[in-house]
């Protein structure tokens, strides 16, 4: 597939993925009465005590964009999966995959849960690497500066996944501060920052930023 069938569906991509959390959040809003904050609440919250259907419009975008990532994944360059295009080809289906299930398994199947954040950060670095190598190679071919600078840019943010892999910080000890309401009630509040929530939408961040990085190689 070339450049001018993959950019395109990128795009498409992207847009269907800002819907899902643009409606996502405002599901969330009207179900819970609460904000949704990517910095402290986690992927599979945007589907919480749901079922899939009972949350159709955000789940079909999140569907439709994964479809999409997955196609450019196989097509990018299927005439020359040889080499690094196979670990970007495994990479990127993979982490789309595992993506799409962090946003619905629930913390209460924990192994489950910390075995998909686990492998999701394992695929994001290999993807990120795996990309970055692609375009070293490419370099060293043509000796293009644009493919070192997309080089660059990939292997940082490998770097990040990898950075969110070993963060000593990413645990389940979250710390609530508590307020009293005009009831008497005691109401629990989240901390600003929750680093597993955070990180685990950083990294379904990060597919879509490779993609997006892995279509700019594509131009001869």
Known sequence: MDFAALLPLSIVSII?????IFTGIRSYKRRFKLNYDLRNTFPYELNYHTKFFDNIVPNIFLVLSIACSIVIYIFFDVKNLIGVNVFILISGIFLSLLSFALVFVDLKYLRTHIALMVFTSVFSFGLGASNAIG???KWQNTQNI?????????GGFALISFAVMMNPKLSLNIK?????DENGKEILIRPKYIVL??????LI???YINQLLLVLSQIK
């Open 205 to 207: 961040i990060s597919l």
């Open 16 to 20: 269907f993925f800002s819907l899902f």
């Open 135 to 137: 375009n070293f190679v």
């Open 146 to 154: 644009y493919y070192i600078i997309l080089c660059v840019i990939c």
């Open 176 to 180: 609530m501060d508590s307020k009293i």
């Open 197 to 202: 929530a955070f990180s685990e939408w950083l």
